[in-house]
């Protein structure tokens, strides 16, 4: 019985939302591994559109089990807003859901250190959601963070919650801030007992469930090259994105995992600050933009766009150990008459075949591009894979040629029937 994981090839809105809840059906669990309500997940059923942050998109499915694990940081406060608006949708979430106990807690001290840190002027600003992702994960990693365990044991909450709060008071102050409005001490025991039914021991509650032959798919947030280790740094998430994040952030250990799959969209965005190669510096960057909606599904930023980097999807399956790609997106390529292809960078006057560990070489690296015809006609909402132009397919070989990973799913639409698995591939067995 497979266990994947489904993660993102490049640095985020790849459309790994639409994937797992694609996939999901195929599955009996869907977990998510890493990030906060800082990640957007867009699926639309029909009419119907779902915007998911902390939930993970098999919640979707009736029936389907899904899991918060302990690498997720929580706001309280954002997962039962999001856990209303999808009751009020119909689905049942409270006999649905599963909330690891060993999952950290964001508060709102979380927000107002995150937003001093990026207004500093003697720090570089990351261009974060300020939603009190990364604050969080230092006070986890710095062993004072607060655990959902921990919130829902009232004595143990208020012991550890008012050192902490006292801690951030102290940063407030040192920034002219003299009193934190955010004693939550009362609304958050509140807020605990309305999490409690759903909150369990996750770890166990995945060993388990593989031992008596069930299937699991893992969901990560975010993308590779924002991972905290080997993405673009500083300019990355704070926690583990990559498919090793999917052990560490479950539970599960790495002999659990029977495949890992990439989503890439048949383009690249980014957003925020921080280097991108291959962005589009011209008119075409807007027509890409608005023909693919590239706006955030939480902060509706609009993203930075730009031509496929068959470099930095070499780095990310590397990393990763990419059984296959889904390519996200094809059809809002479908007007353009040529279409660029970055092959390569050029640093210092020589090409170079590794990714820059430093942000700042990374940034000084000249794309090296290849020009495709491109199609000019309709894609979207093609299911199989000789129905695609010629040309269309010829982009999808080249991509695979060039990554060395083979295309394994096309996604031609928002919806979940507007998708393509290609016949034996590796995917399609896995999903078998």
Not at 231 to 251: L, R, W
Not at 409 to 430: A, H, M, Y
Request: charged share 25%.
């Amino acid at each position: 019985m497979s266990n994947i994981i489904v993660l993102g090839a490049q640095w985020g809105d790849e459309g790994k939302g639409k994937i797992v809840d694609l996939f999901s059906d195929r599955f009996d669990i869907v977990a998510r591994y890493q990030g906060g309500h800082n990640a957007g997940h867009t699926v639309f059923i029909g009419q119907q559109k779902y915007v998911l942050k902390l939930i993970p998109s098999g919640i979707l499915r009736p029936g389907k089990l899904a899991v918060i694990g302990n690498g997720v940081v929580i706001d309280p406060v954002a997962l039962l807003s999001e856990i209303e608006t999808l009751e009020h949708a119909g689905i049942d979430v409270r006999n649905q859901l599963a909330i690891s106990n060993r999952a950290h807690v964001i508060f709102p001290f979380h927000r107002l250190v995150e937003k001093i840190s990026e207004d500093s002027p003697d720090r570089v600003a990351i261009g974060t959601t300020s939603r009190g992702i990364g604050p969080c994960y230092e006070d986890k990693i710095g062993r004072r963070g607060i655990r959902i365990a921990d919130l829902i044991d009232p004595a143990a909450f208020a012991a550890l919650y008012q050192p902490l709060r006292k801690d951030k008071q102290s940063i407030a102050k040192a920034f002219g801030i003299q009193t934190l409005d955010d004693d939550v001490l009362d609304s958050y025991r509140e807020l605990a007992e309305r999490i409690r039914p759903m909150v369990r021991d996750t770890a166990y509650l995945l060993n388990d469930a593989i031992r008596s032959g069930k299937r699991i798919l893992l969901e990560g947030a975010q993308g590779t090259m924002l991972d905290i280790d080997h993405g673009t740094y500083p300019f990355v998430t704070s926690s583990s994105a990559a498919a090793g994040g999917a052990c560490t952030g479950t539970g599960l250990a790495p002999t659990r995992i029977n495949g890992i799959v990439g989503v890439s969209k048949a383009y690249i965005t980014r957003v925020g600050a921080g280097p991108f190669p291959s962005e589009i510096h011209d008119p075409r960057g807007d027509t890409i933009r608005h023909a693919g909606n590239e706006f955030g599904s939480v902060t509706g930023r609009p993203r930075r766009c730009g031509w496929f980097d068959v470099p930095l999807l070499r780095y990310t399956a590397t990393v990763n150990g990419f059984d296959s790609l889904i390519v996200t997106k094809l059809d809002v390529l479908d007007a353009l008459a040529e279409i660029p292809v970055c092959v390569g960078y050029e640093l210092d006057g020589k090409t170079i075949s590794e990714m820059p560990a430093r942000q700042d070489a990374l940034a000084e690296a000249k794309p090296l591009f290849e020009t495709l015809p491109g199609w000019q006609t309709k894609t979207f909402g093609i299911t199989r894979l000789e129905d695609l132009p010629q040309r269309a397919r010829d982009y999808l070989h080249i991509l695979e040629q060039k990554t060395g990973i083979e295309v394994g799913c096309v996604s031609t639409g928002p919806e979940r029937n507007q998708t393509l698995i290609v016949p034996g591939s590796r995917l399609q067995k896995l999903l078998c």
